[in-house]
């Protein structure tokens, strides 16, 4: 299976900072990555397929790129609704993995 | 609006059975791949297995080959997960998730239902 590493597994950041995730995959996986952001108690919110397209209704602040085996979440400006989980999930092949997370936290 | 539904969850005994279910609404069910995902407490997410269109494929994590067993009923608008000879391990929120694309990613989730496997 391929795996997914997330770093960091967690960040403090303030209102209005430029923040990035990354997720590197155990082998290539072309753009078939995802990524997903998890509030507690609730459902993750799909922002970007395809490594870089943005889902509909996420917000512009949202960018992903990356191909191959290194991805990047990008949020460009953080807002107070942005602090969550983020997770990265691939699609290339079966079993779909994703990364264990990174934990986004008001500094 | 699409609304997913997630049922079936509860107490059950190393070894045991449950059926979850998941009621689809606000969109055309039987056009769309249909997944299973789990969340075992304070942990990650973990892809479960998904079903095509018509039930004519279907996928399955390593971990529950053999036990689980997904299905589909496009004319009530529902997705299945049979769950046989579960294990502690097993425990989690289950989500049932759309896939929009058949890529798969999946873009609605339900709220989840929790199995907890214990004695």
């Known amino acids: 299976a391929i795996q997914l590493t997330q770093s960091p597994s967690s960040l403090s950041a303030s209102i209005g900072d430029r923040v990035t995730i990354t997720c590197r995959a155990s082998?290539?996986?072309?753009?078939?990555l995802a990524w997903y952001q998890q509030k507690p108690g609730k459902a993750p919110n799909l922002l970007i397929y395809?490594?870089?397209s943005l889902e509909s209704g996420v917000p512009s602040r949202f960018s992903g790129s990356g191909s191959g085996t290194d991805f990047t979440l990008t949020i460009s400006s953080l807002q107070p609704e942005d602090f969550a989980t983020y997770y990265c999930?691939?699609?290339?092949?079966?079993?779909?993995?994703f990364g264990q997370g990174t934990r986004l936290e008001i500094k | 609006e699409v609304q997913l539904v997630e049922s079936g969850g509860g107490l059950v005994q190393p070894g045991g059975s449950l059926r979850l279910s998941c009621a689809a609404s606000g969109f055309t069910f039987s056009r769309y791949w249909m997944n299973w995902i789990r969340q075992a407490p304070g942990k990650g997410l973990e892809w479960v297995a998904n079903?095509?269109?018509?039930?004519?494929?279907?996928n399955y994590v390593d971990s529950v080959k053999g036990r689980f067993t997904i299905s589909r009923d496009d004319a009530k608008n529902s997705l299945y997960l049979q769950m046989n000879s579960l294990r502690a391990e097993d425990t989690a929120v289950y989500y049932c998730a759309r896939d929009p694309r058949g890529a798969p990613n999946f873009d609605y989730w339900g709220q989840g239902t929790l199995v907890t496997v214990s004695s």
């Open positions: 395809d490594a870089s």
């Open positions: 999930q691939h699609f290339n092949s079966y079993p779909i993995t």
């Open positions: 082998q290539g996986i072309a753009s078939a």
């Open positions: 079903i095509q269109q018509g039930g004519s494929a279907k």
